[in-house]
């Protein structure tokens, strides 16, 4: 069971069903980058399925930038934001004048099964005067499968 910081649960077995399973959970957490290039490092829990991110460019640099966000896990590249920097917006797929996003869906669809993986979403930045948020969204996989009666 996984016991966060908010007193959420994850993985609490239901007490209201004969068929009750330790629950899926959605978790986010947020990445602020600003004032040039650097790494943010965290750890992705056992049993992570279905890695999504997004980026908000929240503050735009000068209109030749080309930063680029990466974030991997276990020395493995799962999602790329690049050409980025020279538009404010949000960065969810490949759009003319925002960016480009290149994910690498066999990467994102399990990351982590059996134990924890370091992870880490690095920015490449020419321009110190760009700031980014990176959101990334996870779920946890379903730990015992319902059978059908």
Do not use: C, H
């Not at 959970?25 to 997004?54: C, H, M, W, Y």
């Not at 030749?64 to 974030?71: C, P, R």
């Not at 993986?117 to 499968?145: F, I």
């Amino acid at each position: 069971m996984t016991s966060f910081r908010d007193n959420i649960l994850s993985g609490s077995p239901a007490l209201t069903s004969a068929q009750s399973s330790l629950s899926p959970v959605v978790i986010s957490r947020t990445f602020r980058f600003s004032g040039g290039s650097g790494t943010q490092n965290f750890v992705l829990p056992t049993g992570v399925e279905n890695f999504d991110a997004k980026v908000y460019i929240v503050t735009n640099g000068s209109a030749a930038t080309t930063d680029k966000i990466t974030v991997s896990a276990a020395g493995t590249n799962m999602v790329t934001f690049s050409s980025m920097g020279s538009a404010n917006g949000i960065l969810r797929l490949t759009t003319t004048g925002l960016g480009v996003v290149t994910p690498v869906a066999s990467a994102m669809v399990a990351p982590t099964t059996t134990a924890e993986v370091t992870a880490a979403a690095t920015l490449l930045s020419v321009d110190g005067a760009a700031q980014y948020q990176l959101e990334v969204t996870y779920t946890r996989l379903r730990s015992n499968l319902i059978s059908a009666p």
